[in-house]
């Protein structure tokens, strides 16, 4: 398993400007992802995050927009830049290990 | 586009009974299934995975998947009001993209 630390766990921040997610993980892992979760919907998937190389965007989501660093195998952040009051959800980071996807506590984010 | 499709519920049992949740895909491409269970405010938990054709066991949990169906179910035995959450289905990984369903609210009655 692993065991991921994201912060910050939450935050209110004013239309305009932007916020930085962080997430850490115990181990070294090649694959973590961004997702971000609506009240009452399901995991949309952001973008995966590898190691050394570019993030790859889902449908809707553009790098201005979230852009993500990936410095090593353990650690990746996701911005959410010039913020909207329809950024305001939950973000998820998560991390696989061994087929399977476990996931930081998330960042909710309230946008004014 | 991949789906993976649940019931959203609520789903409602008392305590003590077998609840009984359920999910369906759409790629049978798909080779790994997910459980996660996830309370209110949290992050999604992973109750259990499985891979083969059949059932596979884990205390009072029982994951049950039908390949030929793109059928995926948890049984959750002697049910608890500490399981009341949204249980939320996946398939894919690897190499493959994780698709998320939309999660079944399960409400256990004490």
């Known amino acids: 398993s692993a065991v991921i630390s994201q912060k910050p766990s939450r935050d209110i921040c004013q239309r305009g400007t932007s916020l930085t997610i962080q997430c850490q993980v115990d181990?070294?892992?090649?694959?973590m992802f961004w997702y971000r979760q609506q009240p009452g919907q399901s995991l949309t998937l952001i973008a995966t995050?590898?190691?050394?190389?570019?993030?790859?965007?889902e449908s809707g989501f553009v790098i201005d927009k979230f852009p993500i660093s990936r410095p090593n195998l353990t650690f990746s952040t996701l911005t959410v830049s010039n913020m909207s009051p329809e950024d305001s959800s939950i973000y998820l980071c998560?991390?696989?290990?061994?087929?399977?996807?476990?996931f930081g506590a998330g960042t909710r984010l309230s946008v004014l | 586009q991949k789906e993976v499709e649940q019931n959203s519920g609520p789903l409602s049992v008392p305590e003590g009974a077998i609840a009984s949740l359920n999910c369906t895909y759409s790629?049978?491409?798909?080779?790994?299934f997910f459980w996660y269970r996830q309370y209110s405010g949290k992050s999604p938990e992973l109750i259990m995975f499985?891979?083969?054709?059949g059932d596979k066991e884990d205390g009072r949990f029982t994951a049950q998947l039908n390949k030929a169906s793109q059928y995926v179910s948890l049984l959750i035995r002697d049910s608890q009001p500490s399981d009341s959450a949204t249980y939320l289905c996946?398939?894919?990984?690897?190499?493959?993209?994780?698709?998320f369903g939309i999660g079944t609210k399960l409400q256990v009655i004490p």
């Open positions: 499985i891979y083969s054709n």
């Open positions: 998560s991390a696989e290990v061994k087929n399977i996807q476990y």
């Open positions: 996946a398939a894919g990984g690897g190499y493959q993209k994780v698709t």
């Open positions: 790629d049978r491409g798909s080779q790994s």
């Open positions: 995050a590898n190691q050394g190389s570019e993030a790859t965007y």
């Open positions: 181990s070294q892992v090649t694959m």
